[in-house]
């Protein structure tokens, strides 16, 4: 430790001698690499998974059910539904229409629209998605994986979702 000590010191003069020197340099080389690295890992931990396919929810038994009027879901709205087996949110994008999962995909707590950012807030976890069902952020040490999508369709002027049929 005083051995160290010295050597810092010396350093600090700027004195690092020879194979010392080379030394230190050696050292430095090798930590900022680590640190490189180790910065790269938790970049990519904590950058949402692109390239995470997302699945579509199809109930084996499934019926359609209608969620709000094709005429009040007008481009970019969003709507949220419950129909206690399923809950999700359906939008209007390009002119279709779209629904994903309102659970989040870390450890099921339910989602929140926020209206004026238009993300669905995990309130357990601090984690955010966007109304596509893509990640938009978190905290988590891998990010979890995006919303997945239900089936949807217009069908005589409401848009309806496809859910499972409830039991008898
Ligand atoms: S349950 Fe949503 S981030 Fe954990």
Redesign the pocket.
Known sequence: MAELGARLAAEADGKPKGDNRRKFVQATSVAAAAAAALGATVDHLLRPSSSMPEATIVPHDGQWQAVVSSAELVENAVRPFDFGTVTGFVRRAGGEVHAVSGI?T????RLALDTATLRLN?P????AFAVDGAVVF?Q?PLA?PPLPRLEVRENAGNVEVLVPRRPV
């Open positions: 989040c870390h450890l099921g707590c995990c357990c976890h601090r984690t978190h988590l979890p």
